[in-house]
């Protein structure tokens, strides 16, 4: 299983590697998360033995459970291990998720924000965030349509306790990874549009590409993608 872990991983930065030659990119540019969403901690902690050093999670209740696992399966080892929230965020779990998790990918309103700088703040910490964007117009995805965008970030920058770092998007599911192309194109840029804009604003990060389409991601400037099949194997119930 160890071996498995290192070879899957191993395959996946190769993929990134490639993609970011492709594109004149440097491959370090690019952070890789494995998304660990309904694998048990064994497998994060694997791929953390064999190098990974950030993991996604999409259910609260879920990492709750899993993280501390993780940690006592790492040892001292889990302390440069990362964890991003990335799925839909209920607000009556901000404050599970503020003292879980470094980073939360799916913030898409500005309740959410208020509560997760108040949990933050209470354990004495400053969150990572993104902000993510809904480009597919799917309402069971979460995220802000572009018009709501510059509302948010002003919103989000008041927040001592919240570091607004960048966007995200989850493009709809398609067998072509060619599908993602455009949405990938306009995240970064709303991106660079928004940031021309707002004076002193950065958002470095642009959190865009999965298992099938990692490749156009980075050709389109991510820099990271999240991976959960190709790292963790596939997935029951999908
Ligand atoms: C599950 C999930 C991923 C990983 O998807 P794969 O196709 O398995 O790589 C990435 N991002 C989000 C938000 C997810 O829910």
Redesign the pocket.
Known sequence: MADDAATRLAAVRERIARAAARAGRRPEEITLIG?A?RKPAEAVAAAAAAGLTHA?E?FVQEARVKIPRVAALLGPRAASLRWHF??RLQTNKAKLAASLFDQVESLDRLELALALDRHAAAAGRTLDVLIQLNLCAEPQKGGVTPDELGELVLGVQKHAHLRLRGLMT?PAASADPEASRPIFARLRALRDTLCGRVSGLTLPELSMG???DLEVAIEEGATSV?????LFGAREGT
């Open positions: 998304v969403k996604g999409n990335v799925g989850v999965m298992s099938a999240r991976v959960g099949t190709a």
